[in-house]
């Protein structure tokens, strides 16, 4: 009798087992999903992007419901979803243009498929911004001339990226503009950017185009007009004495001059503003030769044009720093002799030419009105003169506008 009860409850416990091992995950689950969420920006305007990834690995994932509320009272469902994964790895992406603008949380719920209905809740606060940045943008000057100096002042209202520009580069020489962030005081952000205009610039109307978008997405187009001025150059006869031939002749002292300035070329300088105001003139005394000049040397021997201005000086008087910066090179080269050339930030470095002897080392910070060195006549010099250069964004432009204009 014993062993027909055995064959009667054996199967009933074999069947209980079998029951108690598969619904084991639903009954002895008393974890919560685990989610982890995450948002591509923490600003959107027309779609919100994320990614989410929901596990659970004994009853597994049951129901998703995903929402975006505000403070005000607003909810909205974007995701919901049934059924009985282990694991959910989902794009989040919702249109939300006709969302009302401000802060928003994004709320992911989650509950497994256990008996106790275990549930999970991450939340992660946004912005809905629809609003593109205001932007204005003023020149200075408004007619800029060839080889002459064009600044352009940007006011946001908001962060915000200039992501595309265009410029003309029969102009400039460069399609696009290099925008550098500036100290401002008050609200909203400010950017400078500062072109040279090369000699041989088209002269007429002309335009630029700058796009900056928000965190958000939201952009704005701008467009600045300006008309270019033509420039008219000189042409003048240099005569250098017999000993400085070779310097017109010998075309390897040139390319050791540019060996030795070529770590200085490659070096981008500052991104601030270390100048203020306008610059002053680093000698004084009369210009023998104005920006631009077309000069011919030795009866045609050479030919160049002049890429600064010649203020002729005793040698000996002092060179005063044109404006505050940092000193990138210092050092005798065989054309231009004794020379310094200051960085001032933004793109824009003078150059200081014959010097007969150089007093600051390179990386000194000079202020505007210290003296840098002497006039003197070494290179391809004449006789005593301070050459005083002025580079903007790679292109040499007429000095002395800086001493006019407040760039």
Known sequence: MRWRKLLVITPTLILIAALAVLFYPFYSDRQPPLIDVSLSSNSFSFKLNGHMRIVDLKAGVKEVTVRIESERGFKQVVFAGKGRKREIDKDLGFNIQFVPEGGYKLVVEAKDASIWKNSAQRELSFIIDHTPPDVTVSLKPRKPKQGGTLAVYVAVNEQALSDYSVIDPNVFRRSSLQLYRVKSEGEGYRY????????????????????????????????????????????????????????????????????????????????????????????????????????????????????????????????????????????????????????????????????????????????????????????????????????VDGIFVDPIEWTRYEF
Do not use: C
């Not at 017999?242 to 300088?269: C, F, N, P, V």
């Not at 003139?281 to 009369?286: E, K, L």
């Open 192 to 391: 400078e950017a500062i072109l040279g205009l090369s000699t041989e610039a088209r002269v007429g109307k002309s335009s630029l185009f700058i796009s900056f978008v928000d965190p958000a997405g939201n952009r704005s187009y701008k467009k600045a007009d300006f008309e270019v001025r033509g420039s008219s150059f000189e042409i003048g006869v240099v005569n250098l004495p017999k000993g400085k031939l070779r310097l017109l002749t010998d075309r390897s002292l040139a390319e050791e001059d540019d060996l030795k300035l070529s770590r200085m070329r490659k070096m981008e300088g500052s991104r601030e503003k270390l100048w203020s105001g306008r610059f002053i003139m680093p000698v004084r005394g009369p210009i023998s030769s104005n920006f631009g000049k077309f000069r011919v040397y030795n009866n045609g021997l050479a030919r160049s044009r002049h890429m600064g201005v010649d203020i002729v000086a005793r040698a000996g008087t002092p060179v005063k720093a044109a404006n505050s910066g940092v000193v990138l090179f210092a050092n005798r080269l065989n054309i231009r002799g004794n020379a310094i050339i200051i960085d001032h930030g933004l793109g824009v470095r003078s150059h200081y030419y014959h010097l007969r002897k150089i007093l600051v080392k390179q990386g000194d910070k000079v202020k505007k009105g210290q003296t840098i060195g002497l006039v003197g006549s070494t290179g391809r010099a004449s006789g005593p003169h301070l050459h005083w250069g002025m580079e």
